[in-house]
């Protein structure tokens, strides 16, 4: 499947996702992302892409699955992962911001500021972090459903 496939392409819109098999032989930017629920990141890195005019191709990853497709791609099972042609999956928040400005400076995702980027880094940590709103509404949902399981 050539990435010139413009069914698979997105620039916005309803989301038609491809499984990682299918998406591992293109090129150009692939993005896991959640299936069926919503993830806050991953609808900020799709609102980033789309607000840079970067088409993307998404892939499908299940929530509390083992996705082991994903998995043996990207290296992590969760969503979201941004992939771009053969280079390493990128994973960390921080990574994704930089690679999608790196891919189309302007317009600027970041200030040009170093006081108000850092400003502006440290807030979407607090949101996005491992140990941010992000990080803690992932936790809290996996002590109840784990409760749940016992119940």
């Known amino acids: 499947m050539a990435m010139q ?10 989301c038609v996702y491809l499984s990682p098999e299918e998406a591992r ?23 980033m ?5 970067l088409k993307y191709v998404a892939v499908a990853q299940y929530a509390g699955e083992p996705n082991d497709a994903l998995v043996t791609w990207t290296g ?5 992962a941004l992939v771009y042609d053969e280079n390493p999956a990128l994973i ?21 500021d170093s006081e108000l980027r850092a400003i502006t880094i440290g807030i979407c940590n607090e949101l996005a972090g ?3 709103m992000a990080g803690a509404a992932v936790s809290c949902c996996w002590i109840c459903m784990r409760r749940a399981e016992k119940a």
Not at 49 to 53: D, H, I, M, R, S
Not at 76 to 80: I, Q
Not at 94 to 110: G, M, R, T, V, Y
């Open 76 to 80: 992590s099972r969760n969503a979201p």
């Open 92 to 112: 960390r928040w921080l990574d994704q911001i930089a690679f999608i400005e790196n891919c189309k400076p302007s317009p600027a995702l970041l200030p040009p």
């Open 49 to 53: 892409l789309e607000y840079k005019g």
């Open 5 to 14: 496939d413009d069914k698979y392409i997105l620039k916005g819109g309803n």
């Open 130 to 132: 491992e140990w941010g």
């Open 25 to 47: 032989g293109m090129g150009g930017i692939r993005l896991a992302l959640t299936v069926g629920a919503f993830n806050p990141w991953g609808q900020a890195v799709k609102k």
